[in-house]
C-alpha cells in the first residue's frame, strides 16, 4: 500500500479555560494517502476545526505527530516550518471573511506568490488570472473587491489563493457551508476536478454528511474531540456502528443530497443516553 502523504499520530490540542484546561482533541490519529480525501465529520464542539487548523499550524498541538510525507511538523519552530507551510493549504468557511476586502482579486491571489519570491507585479497578475481561470472566474475578476463577488464566487477566489502556494494537501474546512445547495453543488465539482489535474490530498471538515458522501473516500467521526468511528465512507455512512454515528445521520434530512442541518442541537437525546 503507497505510504502516508499526511499522517497524524495520537493528536491533543489544549486550550486553557477558566477553571482548568479544556482538552479539544483527545489522542486522534488518521492517515490520507497522496490524491485521496478524508472528511471529518461531528457536531459543533467535536473538534473538527481545531484538527483543521492544527495541520497548517494555526494551532500547536500540545502533543502528538503530523507527519507530512514524513517529516513531523507539529513542533516545528517557525523558521524550520516556513518552508514546509505552502505545501499544506487550507480554504476557511467564510468566503467573505477570509478574504482581505481592501484587496482585489489579484492581490489576494498574488500574496502567496510574493511570499514564494514572485516579485514582479506584472507577473504575480498573470499568474493571478491564470489560476482565477483555473477556478471558473473570468479576467475580469482580478481587479474586483470581495464585496463585488457573490459568495460561491468569493470561495473560488479563495481556492484559488490557495492553489497559488502550489500545495500538496488541501484542509477545506466547511468550505461549502455557507453556500447554496446548488453553488455547493458547483465548489465540489470544482475541487474534484482540481484534484484530477494536480493529485491534490484533502481534507474536507463537514457536518454535512451529503457533502461528505459525494466528495471524500473515508470518513472520520468525531465525538467530544474522540475518534469514534472510522472507515470507508459508503461504509460508515450506511452502516454506521457506533450509536453516535447513527444520531449524525439521522439528524440530517437527507445524508444522499447536499442538504442538512447543523446537527448542534439535535443530539440531546444522544447525550443523555450516551454522556
Do not use: W
Amino acid at each position: 500500500m503507497t505510504a502516508a502523504l499526511l499522517e497524524v499520530q495520537d493528536l491533543v490540542v489544549e486550550f486553557r479555560a477558566p477553571g482548568g484546561v479544556f482538552r479539544a482533541v483527545d489522542e486522534v490519529g488518521f492517515a490520507v494517502r497522496k490524491g485521496r480525501t478524508l472528511g471529518i465529520v461531528g457536531e459543533s464542539g467535536s473538534g473538527k476545526s481545531t484538527i483543521a487548523r492544527s495541520l497548517v499550524r494555526l494551532n500547536t498541538p500540545t502533543s502528538g505527530r503530523i507527519l507530512l510525507d514524513g517529516t513531523d511538523i507539529a513542533g516545528l519552530g517557525e523558521r524550520r516550518l516556513r518552508p514546509l507551510r505552502h505545501r499544506v493549504q487550507m480554504v476557511f468557511q467564510d468566503p467573505y471573511g477570509s478574504l482581505d476586502p481592501h484587496l482585489s482579486a489579484a492581490e489576494i491571489v498574488g500574496e502567496p506568490l510574493r511570499i514564494r519570491g514572485v516579485r514582479g507585479r506584472t507577473e504575480r497578475d498573470r499568474r493571478a488570472a491564470e489560476l482565477l481561470d483555473q477556478v471558473g472566474l473570468p479576467s475580469s475578476a482580478l481587479h474586483r473587491r470581495p464585496h463585488e463577488f457573490s459568495g460561491g464566487q468569493r470561495q473560488r477566489v479563495g481556492i484559488a489563493r490557495a492553489l497559488a502556494s502550489h500545495p500538496e494537501v488541501l484542509v477545506c474546512d466547511e468550505a461549502t457551508c455557507a453556500l447554496d445547495v446548488s453553488v455547493q453543488a458547483q465548489v465540489l465539482a470544482l475541487l474534484r476536478e482540481l484534484q484530477r489535474e494536480h493529485g491534490l490530498t484533502y481534507l474536507v471538515i463537514s457536518h454535512n454528511l451529503g457533502v461528505v458522501r459525494e466528495i471524500t473516500d473515508e470518513v472520520l467521526v468525531l465525538r467530544r474531540g474522540r475518534v469514534v468511528e472510522h472507515g470507508p465512507t459508503e461504509h460508515v455512512l450506511n452502516s454506521p456502528q457506533h450509536p453516535y454515528t447513527r444520531d449524525l445521520r439521522s439528524a440530517a434530512l437527507d445524508p444522499t443530497a447536499m442538504r442538512g442541518r447543523k446537527p448542534r442541537d439535535l443530539l440531546t437525546t444522544e447525550r443523555r443516553v450516551h454522556a
